[in-house]
């Protein structure tokens, strides 16, 4: 039973930070290569990061780089966001997916998704 658990979403200031959990159970998160979604409301679901299997080569999309960081606890299981300088448009729903194959032009996620953790950047 694969099982992937957001945490850490909240109510942010413009320019504070957050950090979100992915809890991983039923797959080895370092086996996958792991990446963040967010979808904001009317808005279509987009690619915001991802680590490869191997934890070596991250991805993140033109809006947040800089500002945000992918990573990965190998003894806990579990891969992290590092969100820095939030903005209002970073206000989202932001997921979890195992399996995302991010090579060139390839942007394809994986077969695994956690409910979503709701991130507000507001005053």
């Known amino acids: 039973q694969v099982q992937l658990v957001e945490s850490g979403g909240g109510l942010v200031q413009p320019g504070g930070s957050l950090r979100l959990s992915c809890a991983a159970s039923?797959?080895?998160?370092?086996?996958?290569?792991m990446g963040w979604y967010r979808q904001a409301p009317g808005k279509p679901r987009e690619l915001v990061a991802t680590?490869?299997?191997?934890?070596?080569?991250?991805y993140y999309a033109d809006s947040v780089k800089g500002r945000f960081t992918i990573s990965r606890d190998n003894a806990k299981n579990t891969v992290y966001l590092q969100m820095s300088s939030l903005k209002p448009e970073d206000t989202a729903v932001y997921y979890c997916?195992?399996?995302?194959?991010?090579?060139?032009?390839?942007?394809?996620?994986?077969?695994?998704w956690g409910k979503g953790t709701l991130v507000t950047v507001s005053s």
């Open positions: 997916n195992a399996g995302v194959v991010v090579a060139g032009p390839i942007r394809r996620s994986g077969n695994y």
């Open positions: 039923g797959i080895i998160a370092s086996n996958n290569g």
């Open positions: 680590i490869t299997n191997g934890g070596s080569t991250n």
